[in-house]
Every structure is written in C-alpha cells, then in structure tokens.
C-alpha cells in the first residue's frame, strides 16, 4: 500500500535537509510553491510541513514563514586543567562561547532554599531532606532561548557567599566557591533523555512529543561534592561532543558552540 502523498512530501523534503540543499536557517518553499513543485493541494503540503516541524526539523516564524532549525553542537571542553575556571575575568558560559563568535546572555535569575530530593542527597553526598541553596537561570545564545540550569550547592557552602544573590556573577561560580575555600579539582557528567515539562516545551520552543537533554554536572573539590548543576537543552536541536586532549587540528569537522555549567 503506498504512502499517504503528505509523508512522501515530507520525505522529500527531509532528504533535502539532510543533503544539506536546504540548510540550518534556510527559508522552505512556500504552500503555493511546494504545491505547485510537487503537484499537490495546499492541505497535502500543510500536512507534510506539520510532520517536519513535529519531528523538530523546521520551524514556523510569524510573519516571516518556516524555516530549518539549526541545531548547535554543546563542545564540553576537558581541560588538563580540572578546576573549570576560565583563563578571562568572565564566567565560563560567556567566555567560551564569545570566542564562538555568538552573543551569550543569563536572565531570569532566581534563588532559594529547598529540600534536596533522594536524587540531589546522593550526587551531593548529604542526607536527604537536608536544605541546598538553587541557583536558577534561563540562557540564551544571540537571543534564542538555549538552555535552563539550575545549580544545587549544601547550605553550607552556599550561605554567606555570593552565591545567595539572585543575580548574575559575571567573574563566574566557580570563582566564588574557590574564594571561600572550595577550589574545584574535577566534575562528573551524566547525560539523561526525558519527556519536557510544559514550562521547558514553552521556555526551549521544542515540538509536541519532543524530548530534551538532561545534563547532570557534580563538581568535586579534594574532600567532597560541592555542586549539583542540572542543564536542560531541547533535543531536537542540540548534540553534545565531548573533547578530550589536543584536537586542535581537526579543522572544520565538529565545531560549534562550547559549553560550560554555570562557571
């Protein structure tokens, strides 16, 4: 029984996207250019250009019409240097990224005290129920939303410091925690797959039934667990790789924007 002609529409036009003719940012064809391409009703092409943007490959834009969604790649960046923190006066996130050539931004800033879940108490060694200090944030990258974090510290490590203040650090939290005598020496990385919140689908702009990226970050000073930092990332447009000794000399291939938790 052959395909509905929307899904061999819309598999056309995925073969174009992944051939690279049609690329990351480019406008598609219109309804009436598509129809009248492919020989197909405007309800056909309707259809075919749904199941794309439900897939998370294209994207509608009000009054300025669809497009493919670029995707970025997450570069997490292994340094022989385990402390995280960067060689400039800014904190990781911004640093990295501007040498990317992109603009990143931190708004939506919140902090508060909560009971740390079974899940928080094992990755920071505490006891669960115990109080931890959050840090919230939305960020962005050239004005698209990028990712939502939030940062899990023991109360007391976090009271009395910087960290408490609901607003952005710009020398970065790596920084605060090494002045008050809790230097990072190495970190733990865990990548989870979830189904979205409706406030992560809304704030990410991910598709219905889209899943995102789960970025679990325990940072270690020399006697213990110091931080817990949760990035979510939407997964229809995001890719991490992971970067491991000098690979300077891969050119092209890979590159894209380069990550840090909230440094």
Same mark, same amino acid.
């Not at 006066?89 to 009971?115: C, H, I, M, W, Y």
């Not at 115990?130 to 050239?142: G, H, K, T």
């Not at 219905?208 to 940072?219: D, I, K, N, S, T």
């Given at each position: 029984?052959?395909?509905?002609?929307?899904?061999?529409?819309?598999?056309?036009?995925?073969? *174009?996207?992944?051939?690279?003719?049609?690329?990351?940012?480019?406008?598609?064809?219109? %309804?009436?250019?598509?129809? +009248?391409? &492919?020989?197909?009703?405007? =309800?056909?092409?309707?259809?075919?250009?749904?199941?794309?943007?439900?897939?998370?490959?294209?994207?509608?834009?009000?009054?300025?019409?669809?497009?493919? $969604?670029?995707?970025?790649?997450? /570069?997490?960046?292994?340094?022989?240097?385990?402390?995280?923190?960067?060689?400039?006066? #800014?904190?990781? &996130? #911004?640093?990295?990224?501007?040498?990317?050539?992109? #603009?990143?931004?931190? %708004?939506?800033?919140?902090?508060?005290?909560?009971?740390?879940?079974?899940?928080?108490?094992?990755?920071?060694?505490?006891?669960?129920? !115990?109080?931890?200090?959050?840090? $919230?944030?939305?960020?962005?990258?050239?004005?698209?939303?990028?990712?939502?974090?939030?940062?899990?510290?023991?109360?007391?490590?976090? %009271?009395?410091?910087?960290?408490?203040?609901?607003? !952005?650090?710009?020398?970065?939290?790596?920084?605060?925690? #090494? %002045?008050?005598?809790?230097?990072?020496?190495?970190?733990?990385? +865990?990548? =989870?797959?979830?189904?979205?919140?409706?406030?992560?689908?809304?704030?990410?702009?991910?598709?219905?039934?889209?899943?995102?990226? +789960?970025?679990?970050?325990?940072?270690?000073?020399?006697?213990?667990?110091?931080?817990?930092?949760?990035?979510?990332?939407?997964?229809?447009? /995001?890719?991490?790789?992971?970067?491991?000794?000098?690979?300077?000399? *891969?050119?092209? /291939?890979?590159?894209?924007?380069?990550?840090?938790? !909230?440094?």
């Amino acid at each position: 029984m052959p395909e509905p002609l929307y899904r061999q529409l819309a598999e056309r036009l995925r073969a *174009r996207i992944d051939a690279g003719d049609l690329r990351p940012g480019d406008q598609i064809p219109s %309804e009436a250019e598509l129809g +009248e391409e &492919f020989g197909v009703s405007r =309800n056909t092409v309707r259809l075919a250009v749904t199941a794309l943007a439900n897939e998370g490959l294209i994207e509608s834009r009000a009054g300025r019409g669809t497009f493919v $969604r670029q995707r970025r790649t997450v /570069t997490v960046l292994h340094p022989l240097d385990p402390s995280g923190v960067p060689p400039g006066p #800014k904190d990781a &996130f #911004k640093s990295t990224l501007e040498r990317e050539g992109v #603009k990143p931004t931190q %708004e939506n800033f919140r902090v508060e005290f909560r009971r740390a879940t079974a899940e928080v108490a094992a990755r920071l060694g505490i006891e669960e129920g !115990d109080r931890v200090v959050v840090r $919230r944030m939305d960020r962005l990258v050239d004005g698209e939303p990028w990712s939502r974090q939030e940062s899990f510290y023991p109360v007391e490590i976090a %009271e009395g410091t910087e960290l408490m203040s609901p607003d !952005d650090i710009p020398r970065g939290t790596i920084r605060v925690l #090494k %002045e008050n005598g809790h230097a990072q020496v190495g970190f733990r990385d +865990e990548i =989870n797959c979830r189904m979205p919140t409706r406030d992560e689908s809304g704030f990410l702009g991910s598709p219905p039934g889209v899943p995102v990226l +789960e970025l679990f970050r325990v940072a270690y000073s020399e006697e213990r667990p110091i931080r817990l930092t949760i990035t979510v990332y939407a997964g229809d447009s /995001t890719q991490f790789a992971y970067e491991v000794g000098d690979v300077s000399a *891969r050119g092209e /291939t890979g590159r894209g924007s380069r990550d840090r938790e !909230d440094g």
